[in-house]
């Protein structure tokens, strides 16, 4: 048994901060390590906040790996109480070993109304795989939808940790003005970028990134190039919206603030749950969050399991996920589904 500590990463403001103390135990219990982690407790080294705990065995490259990709913590040590005659605590730093695959600055440059905190987004992302049947493959392997994208935080989040990824949005300022980012930061950043905008009968259009470069023997191991497709349009029509766009490994989304009536939000859920669960594929798992100050967790857990074939995870810390956000959004929770390996391919 060794002894660790994650510091917790460090906000701008007292708000994320919260944030992140009270997700960051569980963000550690629902990674690769969470089966070998006990005795899970806040310290505080130096002034600053820190998680302490005891794992069943030396970490080896694949989990200091992981470590390296969560959200809510932000550096790794192994902690000893003394060494020798020599009173502690002592930290000895972990090289994760871990990088995003871009520059962090594609998630944080834009700014606007209604974005979603990014490391709160790259959280989501995270427990959406460790909850899924794709849990011990590798980040560029699986594709990562958001059927509610706004200006793509999920989509630049999931592309950091090394997926491909697909949105939906029905707001068409939004989709245009983060095509025309991707575009341009792929051009600053001098990162090989295709793109092919395309009409959609009816329905609407979407933009095609081929992002890298295409290896040269078409290696299937090649983690490049990656794939991002954004369309605009009506998230219950995903389907067509998607269509020849391989199926989502995991679907992580951020549903809309600011709904008054409560019938409003079950009913945008009601007709879109079905049409998202028929394109995740089997295995697959879906992290949403909502504003629970007016629509409670039963209620959400009623919807989802009535309107799709999804199983809800709802057992500890499944269901210790809600926290606060500010003074309008008492309570934002977190609900993780999954879908059966076995369920047919629709
Ligand atoms: C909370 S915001 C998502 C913000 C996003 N995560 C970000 O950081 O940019 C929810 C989004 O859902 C979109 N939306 C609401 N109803 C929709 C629908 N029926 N079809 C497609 N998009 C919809 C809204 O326009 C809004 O952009």
Redesign the pocket.
Known sequence: MNTYVAQIAPQRSTQYAALADALAPRELALSALGAGITNIAPIELGGQSFLKFDYSGALDAAERNELGMLAMTSAYYEYRDQIDDALGPWLRPIDTGYAPVFPPDLIVTRR?K???NELF?QFLCNIARHSSAFAAAPWHTLRVF?????????LFAALLLGASVAG????SG?VESTATFIEQYMREQGIACRVKEERLKKIGRRWWFTIGKVSPERDAESPWPKQCVIAI????QSADLMSSVKRPNLIV?????GIQHHGELSG?IGD?LPVWSNLLLPGGALAMSWDATRFPRADMIALAQTSSSLTVLDDPPYNQLAHRVDRVIKQRDVLVAHKAINDALK
């Open positions: 606007y209604g974005k979603t987004t958001d059927p509610l994208a706004g200006g793509g935080t999920t939906v949005e029905k707001d939004d349009g009506d998230t219950t989304t951020d549903l809309p603030y945008l879109a």
